[in-house]
């Protein structure tokens, strides 16, 4: 469009360090490395797939390495409710962008490959705030060079490929509840959440928010403003995916980040809220630390969590760890890593006991429901998870498999 551009050097042509050009955009011809940050806004979604996957590699050749790539898109469907006569728009639903943006790989001059790291995605606040309008989607990528193949981590890509795969969300979902993927569903978040005595409008981070059962829980039945962040983008693309139908989706923004490397605004939450998620979290001193300095003063923490018993564990429990990629420690190491970390610990109560029962509630379910879950998965795997809960209960009766409660505040 020549008139705009033609507008842009008129009011900003005094500068001098523009360059203004008008044209195709996945034409643009530039020098590999030329640049630190590569932004676009409401671009993508006027591209065909094929087009935006060429777009993202010239994006990747662009920026340097270390460098960010960042975009915004209307996603899922048209944001406002007037009338067109025709619309070019692709209303992807994010999971196309992941997927162009994870396959896209440029070889460097050094034969090293560059690929795209994911920094956050998450819902536009304002938007969420202003219109309740989850589906205005941004993106922040940076460049690095793909990491030589080691030792198992715990990453976005393992937690998307294996542990939390559409079909793994919809059998926990089956057992705790829509929305919910962790002991006790519902129920229990609204018990917790109840010992924070939060006021309407109270800010909350969600660490480890999963499909967003807790985070909507709280902003439909106490006010909150809740800010929910979860490595899997399966977990929180299958949250915006239900977000208009939750109710107060003004009140809740999601965003696909890693805890431990997301910069959280300083002393901007009244409570800290994360139910059995932290397990995945190998450095848990450093998390706490910015968990402690997300929270204003005298805000709160609360944290389930999967712990581990006092002696040495078996070698099934064991496996069971290393299958999935936890760091459990025990109940009172956990509590002491909260007070090293600057917390001042209000209680920490191994409610193993409390774990068992809802096992065995959750277990019973299983059977009662076993066609109704037979009917949407299968056989196979409704004898796996019935194993799999008969394990957990095995594991929490002979005192390995631990589960503690544990409250704390910024002083």
């Known amino acids: 469009m020549p008139n705009l551009i033609e507008q842009n050097r008129v009011d900003n042509g005094h500068l001098g360090n523009i360059d203004f050009r008008c044209g195709d955009a996945t034409e643009l011809d530039l020098p590999a490395g030329c640049a630190d940050l590569v932004f676009s806004n409401w671009l993508l979604m006027y591209l065909a797939d094929d087009e935006v996957a060429k777009l993202a590699h010239n994006m990747l050749t662009w920026v340097k390495v270390g460098g960010t790539v960042f975009f915004r898109e209307s996603c899922f469907r048209q944001s406002g409710d007037k009338a067109r006569g025709s619309n070019p728009t692709h209303y992807r639903n994010p999971r196309e962008y992941f997927k162009i943006f994870d396959e896209c790989e440029v070889v460097q001059p050094d034969g090293r490959v560059a690929v795209f790291d994911l920094v956050c995605c998450k819902s536009v606040d304002t938007y969420v705030r202003v219109k309740q309008n989850q589906n205005q989607v941004c993106w922040k990528w940076r460049k690095i060079i793909k990491p030589a193949p080691t030792a198992f981590r715990v990453d976005r890509h393992f937690l998307d490929g294996q542990r939390y795969t559409a079909g793994s969300i919809a059998r926990y979902e089956f057992v705790f509840g829509q929305g919910f993927i962790s002991p006790g569903g519902e129920r229990l978040t609204q018990e917790l959440a109840a010992r924070l005595g939060l006021n309407p409008d109270a800010h909350v981070l969600d660490v480890g928010c999963g499909v967003g059962g807790s985070a909507f829980h709280l902003a439909r039945t106490l006010g909150c403003y809740v800010y929910g962040i979860d490595l899997s983008a399966n977990m929180i693309l299958t949250?915006?995916?239900?977000?208009?139908?939750?109710?107060?989706?003004?009140?809740?923004?999601?965003?696909?980040?890693?805890?431990?490397?997301?910069?959280?605004?300083?002393?901007?939450?009244?409570?800290?809220?994360?139910?059995?998620?932290?397990?995945?979290?190998?450095?848990?001193?450093?998390?706490?630390?910015?968990?402690?300095?997300?929270?204003?003063?005298?805000?709160?923490?609360?944290?389930?969590?999967?712990?581990?018993?006092?002696?040495?564990?078996?070698?099934?429990?064991?496996?069971?760890?290393?299958?999935?990629?936890?760091?459990?420690?025990?109940?009172?190491?956990?509590?002491?890593?909260?007070?090293?970390?600057?917390?001042?610990?209000?209680?920490?109560?191994?409610?193993?006991?409390?774990?068992?029962?809802?096992?065995?509630?959750?277990?019973?379910?299983?059977?009662?429901?076993?066609?109704?879950?037979?009917?949407?998965?299968?056989?196979?795997?409704?004898?796996?998870?019935?194993?799999?809960?008969?394990?957990?209960?095995?594991?929490?009766?002979?005192?390995?498999?631990c589960w503690g409660v544990f409250h704390a505040r910024r002083p």
């Open 239 to 401: 949250a915006l995916e239900r977000a208009a139908a939750s109710g107060n989706g003004d009140k809740v923004s999601l965003e696909v980040s890693d805890a431990t490397r997301r910069a959280l605004p300083e002393a901007s939450f009244d409570a800290v809220f994360t139910r059995d998620s932290l397990l995945h979290i190998h450095d848990k001193p450093a998390l706490f630390s910015r968990l402690l300095h997300a929270l204003r003063p005298g805000g709160q923490l609360l944290v389930t969590d999967y712990c581990r018993g006092g002696g040495p564990p078996s070698p099934g429990f064991s496996a069971y760890i290393d299958d999935r990629g936890y760091d459990l420690v025990a109940v009172a190491e956990y509590a002491a890593l909260l007070s090293a970390a600057g917390f001042e610990v209000l209680s920490a109560r191994d409610e193993t006991p409390r774990f068992v029962a809802t096992l065995g509630a959750e277990l019973e379910r299983l059977r009662e429901r076993r066609d109704e879950f037979v009917a949407r998965f299968s056989e196979r795997e409704h004898a796996d998870m019935v194993a799999g809960w008969e394990a957990k209960l095995e594991r929490a009766h002979a005192g390995e498999h």
